[in-house]
Structures are given as C-alpha cells and as structure tokens.
Nanobody
Framework: QAQLVESGGGLVQAGGSLRLSCAAS????????MGWFRQVLGKEREFVAA????????NYADSVKGRFTISRVNAKNTVYLQMNSLKPEDTAVYYC??????????????????WGQGTQVTVSS
C-alpha cells in the first residue's frame, strides 16, 4: 500500500527556517511527480511547490517563490521542502502528495493520488 510520511514540522519564529521531509514507501516514487500543499483550518488546500520525476523541473506558488525550495532524492524515496524566511502567514498543515507515475507535474490537489498525513508548521511573529 502506497504511503507518504511527512516530518520536520514545528514551531519557528518569523524569519527562521524549517526543512520538511516526505518519505515514500511506494514502488513508483522515482517515476512520479511530487508536490507540497498546505492547508489552514477552514480554508482550501493550496499548492506550494511541485517537482518533476527527475527533479529537473520545479514550480512554486508566488507566495513562496524565492523562499522555499523543493528537491528530491530518488535513491532515498524522499522529497524535501526547504523553507527559509518564514512568515506567520506560512502557518499551516503541510502535506506531500504523489501524482501518477509517468504523468506531468501539476498544481491542483485533484491531480494527486496519494497523500501524506500532514505536518504542522507554526510561525510566530
């Protein structure tokens, strides 16, 4: 059964950094685009960043561009989200997600077929 497990969330002051990890126990990880999304209680899940199967193409939401970096190590079945210069408005539950093997990467939650349980990120002012 495909599974994604996020880690690395926590409480940080504004301006600080966190690195999220997503470990995948799924056979097709190395051929699948991956994404990070976030959600605040009562709001829709929003796109944060996405990466192609080989890491050659990345895409970011305007709100995090220049501050966040998505990367992956296929040999470790892991995708990362390095978050720098954090702001209080970055506070949310962060989820990693997998698209179908061989697909193009996307920015819409409906395009992703496997989701992790989420990790809380709280940025204090």
């Amino acid at each position: 059964q495909a599974q994604l497990v996020e880690s690395g969330g926590g409480l940080v002051q504004a301006g600080g950094s966190l690195r999220l990890s997503c470990a995948a126990s799924v056979r097709t990880f190395s051929s699948s685009p991956m994404g990070w999304f976030r959600q605040v209680l009562g709001k829709e899940r929003e796109f944060v960043a996405a990466i192609s199967w080989n890491g050659g193409i990345t895409n970011y939401a305007d709100s995090v561009k220049g501050r966040f970096t998505i990367s992956r190590v296929n040999a470790k079945n892991t995708v990362y989200l390095q978050m720098n210069s954090l702001k209080p408005e970055d506070t949310a539950v962060y989820y990693c997600a997998k698209r179908p093997s061989g697909s193009q990467f996307g920015i819409h939650p409906r395009e992703y077929v496997v989701w992790g349980q989420g990790t809380q990120v709280t940025v204090s002012s």
